[in-house]
């Protein structure tokens, strides 16, 4: 195989730096898909190499050994068996973190002994000179019998040095370890000669995978039933197979550490790492910071994105208005200008906002504080039938309900995974932050407390803190009524605090602002010209009164100032009669308790698509009604009802937040929730219940304020 064909696949244990290496290696030529068959994320990515060859990257999701768990484990198992159908990596590129040696050396230990060609990328080596460990990098290769290359994918350091093996390895100039990681100590040697009679490429290692986990394998009927055999007829016992394989793993793992690793005194003084620990996991002060984070993260959402999103609505504004005095008046111009370009600015102007946002999440996961969060709120978490594994993909929920629905498969307990995955809708997605935003400018004044608390961030904040507040709620609830009963434990790695890898997060800021814009835009753009259609055209008979009406009204109109209120009056009727209208007004019996008219029904209605949809179907509805170069957010404060009182009261606008936090908008995380459940009976029960309490709690809302 030549070298411009080269697969790679990346393994290592989780927080191990394998990201930022996926990262530094492919920048942003990366896309993501799911396995076949399963939903978990598929990550790949093309890589320059030293010759000038491309090669593709296969980020496999993050294990801690080769006997895998959750499903993410299992197909990084199946790649790295070659027991997958659609991936067959030329290489393994593993990475271990130098920080924590000797807890990474049992997976690498594993790979090795599958043997495949094998590149160790050893990462962290700052790290592990600041806690004074010292490592022997050519004895540690020479012991291991594969390359070792130091990197540091912050800094870009040793990735050339990384490219160049990988190439020799992929041109196969290094080949699999000769020797056994655990020398002279067979595992099942009788059972093992019989495995390798039937599959004779198999390494002795591979086999007892092969005696253990067969039934996961593709292999044909036949097959199965001879590798049964060979496990009855030696008395295969796998658990005492896999204990003795550990400890002789580890005792290897003792003396080459010894051999090649210097490492401090672990009685000196306590580690930056743990003082920092000691404050951040207070049970009191550890609680108030996290509020501080929480705040500061919204805060940052308003103070810093204000900026590019003012330009970036004044200068559609005056396109808007640049359009309008060159385009004649024609139904492609009003398609143009009302259509389109409204819906393209409903998104534009947003994506400074969610690029922040994803943004700093990625800084507090990059820095170690995330998974603090996770910890602390453990002990919350099983109060209400969930535990700290449950947090991860609740917090995860601030950005997409459907990934952080999808993360569940951590959770072994059956019951706290499918509490997880009913009440993550309620976490405030990205998806929700446009309504959110308009909604808040539009009432709520731009005013700051003490010089620096601003009500609008204080605002947003109580929101996302409703539907987490709200999420423990109901799963406090469910947990008495789904009745499954099993034990759980929560078991956590804390990893190191560092500084955020900057690149990382802005590849993260980039990759979600084009995904909103390609996916989410796809949408918004679609169903903005849907309704311009539905808002601009009616049936005849109703068309042709409005229109007849509006002949009246212009030769009646004898001054400037009356054609106008004559036009806007024309304006709103045919809206009104359209069938955007028809439908809107329909409906409006049902939304009047919440303080909403015809149009927000409108967008409530079309926003189930994606929430984000909310704002497009608004920008729609108003440039199709006011045909001027006002920007959304002055057309909807203007925006009045029939007895001439405002339409976005800070009643209604509180009672409509509420509803978004609450209301299950989204007909992806439905589909979603089908596929992890693999019953359509959660996805509707989830549906109800949301549904029922967001009209609730928007009518408590509205009344209320």
């Given at each position: 195989m030549?070298?411009?064909q080269?697969q790679?696949a990346?393994?290592?244990?989780?927080?191990s730096?394998?990201?930022?290496?996926?990262?530094s290696?492919?920048?942003?030529?990366?896309?993501?898909g799911?396995?076949?068959g399963?939903?978990?994320?598929?990550?790949t990515?093309?890589?320059?190499?030293n010759d000038?060859?491309?090669?593709?990257?296969?980020?496999?999701?993050?294990?801690y050994?080769?006997y895998?768990?959750?499903?993410?484990?299992?197909?990084?198992?199946?790649?790295?068996?070659?027991?997958?159908?659609?991936?067959?990596?030329?290489?393994?590129?593993?990475?271990?973190?130098?920080?924590?040696?000797?807890?990474?050396?049992?997976?690498?230990?594993?790979?090795?002994?599958?043997?495949?060609?094998?590149?160790?990328?050893?990462?962290?080596?700052?790290?592990?000179?600041g806690?004074?460990?010292?490592?022997?990098v050519?004895?540690?290769?020479r012991?291991?019998?594969?390359?070792?290359?130091p990197?540091?994918?912050?800094?870009?350091?040793g990735?050339?040095?990384?490219?160049?093996?990988?190439?020799?390895?992929?041109?196969?100039?290094f080949?699999?370890?000769?020797?056994?990681?655990?020398?002279n100590?067979k595992?099942?040697?009788?059972?093992?000669?019989?495995?390798q009679?039937?599959?004779?490429?198999?390494s002795?290692?591979?086999?007892?995978?092969y005696?253990?986990?067969?039934?996961?394998?593709?292999?044909?009927?036949?097959m199965q039933?001879?590798?049964?055999q060979?496990?009855?007829?030696?008395?295969?016992n796998?658990?005492?197979?896999?204990?003795?394989?550990?400890?002789?793993?580890?005792?290897?793992?003792?003396?080459?550490?010894?051999?090649n690793v210097?490492?401090?005194?672990?009685?000196?003084?306590?580690?930056?790492t743990?003082?920092?620990?000691?404050?951040?996991?207070?049970?009191?002060?550890?609680?108030?910071?996290?509020?501080?984070?929480?705040?500061?993260l919204?805060?940052?959402?308003?103070?810093?994105?204000?900026f590019?999103?003012d330009?970036?609505?004044?200068t559609?504004?005056?396109?808007t208005?640049?359009?309008?005095?060159?385009?004649?008046?024609?139904?492609?111009?009003?398609?143009?200008v009302?259509?389109l370009?409204?819906?393209?600015?409903?998104?534009?102007?947003?994506?400074?906002?969610i690029?922040i946002?994803?943004?700093?999440?990625?800084?507090?996961?990059?820095s170690?504080?995330?998974?603090?969060?996770?910890?602390?709120?453990?002990?919350?978490?099983?109060?209400?039938?969930?535990n700290?594994?449950?947090v991860m993909p609740?917090?995860?929920?601030?950005?997409?309900?459907?990934?952080?629905?999808m993360?569940?498969?951590?959770?072994?307990?059956k019951?706290?995974?499918?509490?997880?995955?009913?009440v993550?809708?309620?976490m405030?997605?990205?998806?929700?932050?446009?309504?959110?935003?308009?909604?808040?400018?539009?009432?709520?004044?731009?005013?700051y407390y003490?010089g620096?608390?601003?009500?609008?961030?204080?605002?947003?904040?109580?929101?996302?803190?409703l539907?987490?507040?709200?999420a423990?709620?109901?799963?406090y609830?469910?947990?008495?009524?789904?009745?499954?009963?099993e034990?759980?434990?929560?078991?956590l790695?804390l990893p190191?605090y560092?500084?955020p890898?900057?690149?990382?997060?802005g590849?993260?800021m980039i990759?979600?602002?084009?995904?909103f814009?390609?996916?989410?835009?796809?949408?918004?753009?679609?169903?903005?010209?849907?309704?311009?259609?539905?808002?601009?055209?009616?049936?005849?008979g109703?068309?042709?009164?409005?229109?007849?009406?509006?002949?009246v009204?212009?030769?009646?109109?004898?001054?400037?100032?009356a054609?106008?209120?004559?036009t806007?009056?024309?304006?709103?009727?045919?809206?009104q009669?359209?069938?955007?209208?028809?439908?809107?007004?329909?409906?409006?019996?049902?939304i009047?308790?919440?303080?909403?008219d015809?149009?927000?029904?409108?967008?409530?209605?079309?926003?189930?698509?994606?929430r984000?949809?909310?704002?497009?179907?608004?920008?729609?509805?108003?440039?199709?009604?006011?045909?001027d170069?006002s920007?959304?957010?002055?057309?909807?404060k203007?925006?009045?009802r029939?007895?001439?009182?405002?339409?976005?009261t800070?009643?209604?606008?509180?009672?409509?937040?509420?509803?978004?936090?609450?209301a299950?908008?989204?007909m992806?995380?439905?589909?979603?929730v089908?596929?992890?459940?693999?019953?359509?009976?959660w996805?509707?029960i989830?549906?109800?219940y949301m549904?029922?309490?967001?009209?609730?709690?928007?009518?408590?809302?509205y009344?209320?304020?």
């Open positions: 030549s070298s411009s080269l790679i990346l393994v290592g244990n989780p927080n730096g394998k990201t930022s290496l996926f990262n290696l492919t920048g942003l030529n990366q896309k993501v799911n396995f076949p399963v939903t978990v994320d598929k990550k990515g093309q890589c320059a190499l000038k060859s491309v090669a593709t990257i296969i980020d496999l999701p993050g294990t050994s080769l895998p768990r959750r499903a993410d484990e299992w197909v990084a198992y199946r790649v790295m068996m070659d027991a997958d159908k659609d991936v067959h990596p030329d290489v393994i590129l593993l990475v271990a973190d130098a920080s924590n040696l000797k807890r990474n050396l049992l997976f690498c230990s594993q790979i090795i002994d599958l043997k495949r060609p094998v590149v160790v990328a050893l990462t962290m080596m700052d790290l592990a000179a806690k004074g460990i010292k490592i022997d050519a004895g540690l290769e012991d291991l019998g594969v390359p070792v290359v990197v540091n994918p912050r800094k870009n350091k990735i050339p040095e990384l490219k160049k093996v990988l190439t020799q390895a992929g041109k196969m100039q080949v699999p370890a000769v020797f056994d990681f655990i020398p100590k595992l099942a040697p009788e059972a093992v000669a019989d495995i009679k039937l599959f004779p490429k198999l002795d290692y591979a086999s007892i995978h005696l253990i986990n067969h039934e996961s394998f593709p292999l044909e009927q036949e039933d001879a590798v049964e060979v496990e009855i007829r030696n008395k295969f796998p658990t005492k197979t896999q204990a003795e394989e550990i400890m002789q793993r580890y005792a290897r793992i003792k003396q080459i550490m010894q051999l210097v490492e401090p005194d672990p009685l000196e003084r306590k580690l930056f743990e003082k920092l620990d000691n404050l951040l996991l207070h049970r009191v002060w550890g609680y108030a910071i996290l509020l501080i984070v929480l705040f500061l919204f805060q940052s959402v308003f103070w810093v994105a204000q590019p999103m330009a970036i609505d004044w559609f504004s005056q396109l208005t640049w359009l309008n005095a060159t385009l004649p008046e024609a139904w492609w111009s009003n398609l143009l009302n259509g370009v409204a819906g393209i600015n409903g998104i534009l102007v947003f994506v400074p906002q690029m946002l994803f943004g700093l999440i990625t800084i507090l996961e990059d170690g504080y995330m998974a603090r969060i996770s910890f602390l709120s453990d002990k919350l978490m099983r109060k209400v039938g969930l700290g594994k449950s609740m917090i995860s929920g601030f950005a997409c309900a459907v990934p952080a629905i993360s569940a498969r951590n959770i072994e307990n019951k706290e995974r499918l509490l997880t995955i009913l993550t809708p309620l405030s997605c990205s998806a929700r932050l446009p309504v959110y935003t308009i909604l808040i400018a539009l009432v709520i004044p731009n005013e003490f620096i608390l601003s009500i609008q961030g204080l605002v947003m904040m109580g929101l996302y803190l539907g987490t507040v709200m423990l709620i109901v799963s609830v469910l947990r008495f009524l789904i009745k499954m009963k034990k759980s434990f929560f078991i790695e190191v560092r500084a890898r900057w690149k990382n997060v590849i993260t990759q979600k602002a084009k995904i814009v390609t996916d989410a835009g796809r949408i918004i753009i679609l169903i903005s010209l849907l309704l311009w259609f539905l808002s601009s055209y009616g049936p005849s109703r068309m042709d009164s409005v229109e007849k009406k509006y002949a009204l212009q030769q009646q109109a004898l001054t400037p100032e054609k106008v209120a004559a806007k009056q024309y304006n709103s009727e045919k809206l009669n359209s069938y955007a209208g028809i439908l809107g007004k329909s409906i409006e019996p049902v009047t308790p919440l303080g909403y015809w149009k927000i029904g409108i967008a409530l209605i079309t926003s189930f698509a994606a984000e949809v909310f704002v497009g179907t608004m920008a729609t509805l108003y440039s199709v009604e006011e045909k170069n920007t959304l957010k002055e057309k909807m203007g925006a009045t029939e007895d001439g009182s405002k339409v976005y800070l009643g209604t606008a509180i009672s409509l937040m509420v509803f978004y936090v609450l299950m908008q989204c992806s995380t439905l589909v979603i089908k596929r992890e459940t693999r019953t359509w009976k996805p509707a989830q549906f109800v549904t029922g309490l967001a009209y609730l709690m928007s009518f408590i809302a009344h209320i304020f």
